[in-house]
């Protein structure tokens, strides 16, 4: 009893989190369960009697793209009155046409918010693109289940045969026309639904000047929230529809409810029996991934032979491994749940009609950009990395660097002459591995027949055959934690994480594992600010989008901002547009003059 009690207490801290983590989920889990069972049995009911339904926002820095620019995007998530905190991942995507993906990106919500960019190459031909953004729980809504904003792309390093382009039209056929403004540049300023103003000590500025814009906010608290911050150069071509209707019917049946990434990314599916495909309950699964994160998790099958992964931790892009924790895996069979977005037939899109008086406006933009791309290095972001401190297990209780030791043929030996806290046993006809409860080596373990939780880079291994006959030179380094590890309904005796030198150098092909790419979230950016005290004067600045700051918050009074213009001359504009904490719309602008 001593013995067990001690185990216990040792892995206390592990199994206590491990638990909390797990019941919070299992809560969370059967409600929605529950919700979705009511759905089934009848297709009028309305989610958001029971949760809240979620509506989602894109902003962007600008709907007419030349290739070779970046697309900005910044999204918002709400729920009535406020900031959502239900979903923690979100979804962007921009679609062509042909109802292909350009670029999807996954983002870690914080607060209801998440910013992205893309960059658009010169591969992409001139049309009309969709950037759609939605996350899983706003999938649900019968109405406005996504956010779609129209992006027009002119590709000036394409002729108008490889961009696809129409030049006549009949008088009934459906397009867009992009086109020169005829009349004077409107600069009429606009304030919706707020009591904000924005104004700068000056209207006209000259080239590479210093402005400073304040922004007063009347109403205190009430207007607090978190917005989109934007100073660009106002365009002087216009968009035309003719013919067509730009209103996408964004109603749905829900075929299935979709859960939401309540805590990290969701990733779900089911355990069927091959012979009946029925589903099998009380299953352990696991899902690790290939590398030196170390990420494992394990769910155990619900009736329905449902299991649940909540993807918290940050990662690269990775190769994740699905596999039951049971040696007979060839009797059953794992599906994994679709999450991809299922709408893109309701996406309208026109051919685009390029006017020829846009010719100057277009060379001009392009050089500017040129330009710019030809300094990039010396204006570039900041990638904000969010990297794991830790594996799953926390800190190993011992670490081996076997280039520190002397190196040997086998894995067995080195374990022999190297490894002194755990061991390879062999039967005469399978392997197993061993961690020693104490420093002393000796056999007296809680539950003999337990073995160890084997990692082998990254990866959760069953086959320890395969382990103990890979090239030790290959491995750079052994991490044992000892004591009791609890996982679910499976107890280890101990933790082995074998690390390999070159973690790609591996093929993990194991009976009934099922193999997935695991997308990482897009790591936020420090947006490059460009003063001329910080940066060579005799660097060119072509910019035509002078600041853009997502997620820009609003807290007091008054705030105050300070940016530079560039050597483009033109009205610029600035606009201040989002959403209060109390989910109020709101769009102010104000407008200045480069000369």
Not at 9 to 25: A, M, S
Not at 202 to 220: C, F, H, M, P, W
Not at 414 to 434: C, H, M, P, S, W
Request: glycine fraction near 4%; hydrophobic fraction near 35%; aromatic fraction near 14%.
């Amino acid at each position: 009893m001593w013995r067990l009690y001690k185990n216990f207490i040792n892995c206390n801290t592990r199994i206590l989190g491990r638990l909390i983590t797990n019941i919070g989920i299992v809560f969370f889990v059967l409600t929605f369960s529950y919700i979705g069972n009511a759905q089934k049995d009848s297709n009028k009911l309305s989610l958001t009697q029971d949760v809240p339904s979620e509506k989602v926002f894109l902003k962007i820095n600008d709907s007419i793209i030349l290739s070779g620019e970046t697309l900005y995007y910044d999204f918002y998530s709400l729920i009535t009155n406020s900031y959502s905190d239900i979903s923690k991942i979100a979804y962007v995507e921009l679609v062509d046409r042909n109802r292909n993906v350009v670029f999807k990106h996954k983002l870690k919500l914080l607060n209801g918010r998440a910013s992205g960019d893309f960059f658009l190459p010169t591969s992409l031909k001139t049309g009309q693109y969709k950037l759609i953004g939605y996350t899983n729980w706003s999938l649900n809504n019968y109405e406005n289940a996504y956010a779609h904003n129209d992006v027009y792309l002119i590709n000036p390093f394409l002729n108008a045969w490889d961009n696809n382009l129409i030049s006549t039209f009949g008088a009934t056929e459906k397009y867009i026309e992009i086109g020169l403004v005829n009349k004077k540049l409107m600069t009429e300023q606009k304030n919706v639904n707020s009591e904000i103003t924005l104004f700068t000590i000056d209207s006209v500025y000259a080239k590479r000047q210093k402005v400073t814009l304040q922004i007063e906010n009347k109403e205190g608290a009430s207007n607090f929230g978190s917005y989109t911050l934007s100073v660009k150069k106002m365009n002087s071509i216009f968009v035309a529809h003719n013919n067509t209707n730009q209103n996408i019917e964004n109603e749905q049946k829900v075929k299935e409810l979709r859960l939401p990434d309540y805590r990290g990314e969701l990733i779900s599916g089911k355990v069927i029996n091959i012979k009946d495909n029925k589903p099998v309950e009380k299953i352990s699964v696991s899902l690790s991934m290939q590398g030196d994160d170390v990420i494992y998790k394990s769910a155990t099958t619900n009736k329905s032979g449902e299991f649940y992964f909540n993807m918290i931790e940050n990662y690269d892009d990775k190769v994740g491994y699905l596999q039951l924790e049971l040696k007979d895996q060839h009797y059953y069979k794992i599906l994994l749940d679709s999450t991809y977005f299922d709408a893109y037939d309701d996406l309208k899109f026109y051919p685009l009609k390029i006017n020829k008086d846009i010719r100057n406006w277009v060379e001009n933009r392009s050089v500017f950009n040129q330009v710019e791309s030809a300094y990039f290095n010396l204006k570039r972001d900041s990638i904000i990395n969010q990297q794991n401190p830790l594996p799953f297990y926390g800190k190993p209780d011992l670490v081996y660097v076997l280039d520190d030791y002397t190196r040997f043929k086998t894995l067995k030996e080195t374990f022999v002459e190297v490894v002194q806290q755990a061991a390879i046993r062999n039967d005469g006809q399978d392997y197993k591995f061993l961690v020693y409860e104490n420093n002393a080596i000796d056999n007296t373990r809680l539950f003999d027949e337990a073995s160890p939780l084997l990692i082998f880079n990254g990866v959760h291994f069953m086959d320890e055959k395969y382990v103990v006959e890979y090239d030790p030179k290959e491995i750079e380094s052994i991490n044992l934690v000892k004591g009791t590890y609890i996982d679910g309904l499976i107890f280890y005796n101990g933790i082995i994480d074998i690390r390999l030198k070159t973690p790609n150098n591996f093929n993990f092909d194991q009976g009934s594992v099922l193999k997935l790419n695991v997308k990482p979230v897009i790591n936020p950016k420090r947006y490059f600010y460009q003063t001329h005290e910080s940066i060579d004067k005799h660097v060119p600045d072509f910019r035509t989008l002078l600041l853009w700051k997502p997620r820009f918050i609003v807290d007091a009074p008054r705030k105050e901002i300070e940016f530079y213009t560039s050597s483009v001359t033109g009205f610029y504009e600035i606009v201040l547009e989002g959403f209060t904490e109390q989910g109020e719309k709101i769009y102010i602008n104000s407008i200045f003059e480069v000369k």
